[in-house]
């Protein structure tokens, strides 16, 4: 099983305090082809946690492995009885802020691309193309057995169907989509198989203990070759996944930036840290560059 990875490095490395300006990051997305990579961190004004800040996730939560979800029956009903449950808020989620600065700054023509390290979805709903999602996204199911691709929501209307009255109180919403349940709750929760073949479902996402796909990691490092620079927008960068396109931008002289509340494990490759919350820091960034910014979209009904 994986192990939750820790900031004790942060300490130890004796990293320079974030700076609270964002002229950095304006002047060097005036200069355009910047990359974004995004975390978490991007998200959480959004209602969706992130796993790594004080009183994240992970400090009360462990996600699934892709270990224990291949080896086990109970684990598979566990995480569908608990990912089911999250959906119905998950899937709820709006863009903020910090998304939809991500859209206009890419609208602009100052982007080259955006890598984000999470599932929601959310930058594409804000209206950014060509998002390449590291992680995969909670929106898509994938069958083990035939490979067949399949919406969410479809899923969603099958479980229902199989669990009528399904309905606990959750503790909390994880990053994942995974609700907070006990065993208890969990019960008797009924999976439902592939509609195609009858094979075991899998949401289309990088489980922890299992590897991003080679040619999606290929695909991002030639983003990182042809990208100016690189923005990372609320990562702690404390697993490779992302780390590694730091680590390659700055190697081939590319100014990294980071913004992001807390230390990350990348700070020793950015050229500065903005210690700003996101949504109101890139807002800032569009107002000095006069970027407009899209509204709040309504939720949905």
Same mark, same amino acid.
């Given at each position: 099983?994986?192990?939750?990875?820790?900031?004790?490095?942060?300490?130890?490395?004796?990293?320079?305090?974030?700076?609270?300006?964002?002229?950095?990051?304006?002047?060097?997305?005036?200069?355009?082809?910047?990359?974004?990579?995004?975390?978490?961190?991007?998200?959480?004004?959004?209602?969706?946690?992130?796993?790594?800040?004080?009183?994240?996730?992970?400090?009360?939560?462990?996600?699934?492995?892709?270990?224990?979800?291949?080896?086990?029956?109970?684990?598979?009903?566990?995480?569908?009885?608990?990912?089911?449950?999250?959906?119905?808020?998950?899937?709820?989620?709006?863009?903020?802020?910090?998304?939809?600065?991500?859209?206009?700054?890419?609208?602009?023509?100052?982007?080259?691309?955006?890598?984000?390290?999470?599932?929601?979805?959310?930058?594409?709903?804000?209206?950014? $193309?060509?998002?390449? @999602?590291?992680? +995969? #996204?909670?929106?898509? !199911?994938? =069958?083990?057995? %035939? &490979? /067949?691709?399949?919406?969410?929501?479809?899923?969603?209307?099958?479980?229902?169907?199989?669990?009528?009255?399904?309905?606990?109180?959750?503790?909390?919403?994880?990053?994942?989509?995974?609700? $907070?349940?006990?065993? @208890?709750?969990? +019960? #008797?929760?009924?999976? !439902?198989? =592939?509609?195609? %073949? &009858? /094979?075991?479902?899998?949401?289309?996402?990088?489980?922890?203990?299992?590897?991003?796909?080679?040619?999606?990691?290929?695909?991002?490092?030639?983003?990182?070759?042809?990208?100016?620079?690189?923005?990372?927008?609320?990562?702690?960068?404390?697993?490779?996944?992302?780390?590694?396109?730091?680590?390659?931008?700055?190697?081939?002289?590319?100014?990294?930036?980071?913004?992001?509340?807390?230390?990350?494990?990348?700070?020793?490759?950015?050229?500065?840290?903005?210690?700003?919350?996101?949504?109101?820091?890139?807002?800032?960034?569009?107002?000095?560059?006069?970027?407009?910014?899209?509204?709040?979209?309504?939720?949905?009904?």
């Amino acid at each position: 099983m994986r192990m939750r990875p820790t900031l004790s490095w942060t300490a130890a490395e004796g990293l320079p305090a974030g700076t609270t300006s964002v002229a950095p990051v304006a002047d060097v997305l005036s200069a355009g082809g910047v990359l974004v990579v995004s975390g978490a961190g991007i998200s959480t004004e959004s209602g969706i946690p992130d796993y790594r800040s004080e009183g994240g996730s992970l400090s009360r939560h462990t996600p699934m492995t892709y270990q224990d979800f291949i080896g086990s029956a109970r684990a598979r009903r566990r995480y569908w009885a608990r990912s089911h449950l999250g959906w119905r808020t998950f899937g709820r989620a709006r863009p903020n802020a910090g998304h939809r600065a991500v859209a206009a700054f890419g609208r602009s023509g100052l982007l080259s691309g955006v890598i984000t390290q999470n599932v929601d979805g959310l930058h594409q709903v804000a209206g950014s $193309d060509g998002v390449v @999602e590291l992680h +995969g #996204s909670l929106h898509r !199911v994938v =069958c083990l057995s %035939c &490979g /067949g691709s399949s919406a969410r929501r479809e899923l969603a209307v099958r479980l229902e169907a199989a669990n009528p009255g399904f309905d606990p109180m959750a503790a909390g919403i994880n990053p994942d989509g995974d609700a $907070d349940l006990t065993d @208890e709750q969990v +019960g #008797s929760f009924r999976v !439902v198989p =592939c509609a195609v %073949c &009858g /094979g075991i479902l899998k949401p289309d996402v990088v489980f922890f203990g299992e590897a991003v796909p080679p040619r999606r990691v290929e695909n991002c490092r030639e983003l990182v070759r042809e990208a100016a620079s690189l923005l990372v927008l609320g990562s702690s960068l404390t697993v490779m996944s992302g780390l590694r396109f730091v680590r390659q931008a700055a190697q081939a002289g590319k100014p990294v930036l980071i913004v992001n509340r807390d230390v990350t494990r990348g700070d020793q490759h950015a050229v500065t840290r903005v210690a700003l919350p996101l949504g109101s820091a890139l807002a800032d960034v569009a107002d000095q560059l006069d970027i407009p910014v899209a509204a709040e979209a309504a939720p949905p009904v």
